[in-house]
């Protein structure tokens, strides 16, 4: 139990080697990983939870970013893990800023996958489709809302992010490029590195996205 529900998690590879935290995105679990998940074992013990309202954590029907952040300070420090390489992709990555902005002694490094801070737009939220779903509905409306609305707290503390930080960006993405420069130009210490693929780079170009973290990281 975290933060008053479970989170279910699944591990990959030696406990021996430094925790990488996996942030999954909107809808999605743990499991969206596993195009990464075999490589990034080579340097890493790979930690991949789902998010509340995903998978098999609960869904206590209550979403919201900041939420998500709370939830995963008290993961990382129910495992009793060192400072971690911490990697998210769209929600995920913005659940992976706020752990940045406000634990910086929990987060070694900071990936994020097409995903600048929240910034004010005006996509519609999606219509539930039929049949049973992995996932709650409620958090579908809750995050898109959040998202459409911005978030200038989430920018500003940009500045306080202290682990350097890689923002891997998906040149045919619907995200905005141009705010996710800007993100990157927030961040004191910071790498912005452009794959030519859309919002989910890591599954569709994965030895692509793993050659720019290695790379980053100084790792082969």
């Known amino acids: ?60 029907g209550s979403y919201a970013f900041r939420q998500m952040n709370e939830d995963i300070l008290a993961f990382i420090d129910a495992l009793d893990l060192p400072a971690i390489t911490l990697v998210g992709h769209s929600m995920g990555a913005a659940v992976a800023y706020l752990v940045a902005m406000s634990r910086p002694d929990r987060v070694e490094y900071l990936i994020t996958e097409d995903a600048p801070p929240l910034y004010e737009r005006s996509r519609p939220v999606p ?48 995200i905005s490029q141009e705010k996710l420069a800007e993100a990157a130009a927030l961040i004191p210490d910071s790498t ?5 693929a859309g919002h989910n780079v890591h ?13 980053w990281l100084g790792l082969s």
Not at 192 to 196: K, P, Q
Not at 203 to 208: A, S, V, Y
């Open 1 to 60: 139990m975290v933060n008053g529900i479970r989170l279910a998690y699944t591990v990959h590879g030696d406990q021996d080697k430094p925790p990488m935290v996996l942030l999954h995105a909107l809808g999605e679990s743990g499991a969206d990983w596993a195009p990464v998940t075999t490589a990034f074992t080579k340097h890493f013990q790979v930690i991949t939870p789902d998010l509340r309202g995903h998978g098999a954590s609960d869904w206590p």
């Open 127 to 174: 219509e539930r489709p039929e049949g049973e779903l992995s996932f709650d509905w409620a958090v579908v409306p809750a995050i898109a809302l959040a998202v459409n609305a911005g978030d200038q707290a989430m920018w500003d503390g940009l500045r306080d992010i202290t682990a350097p930080t890689l923002l891997i960006g998906g040149s045919k993405s619907y």
């Open 192 to 196: 912005l590195v452009t794959i030519e």
């Open 203 to 215: 599954r569709r170009c994965p030895e692509e996205f793993i050659a720019a973290t290695f790379d």
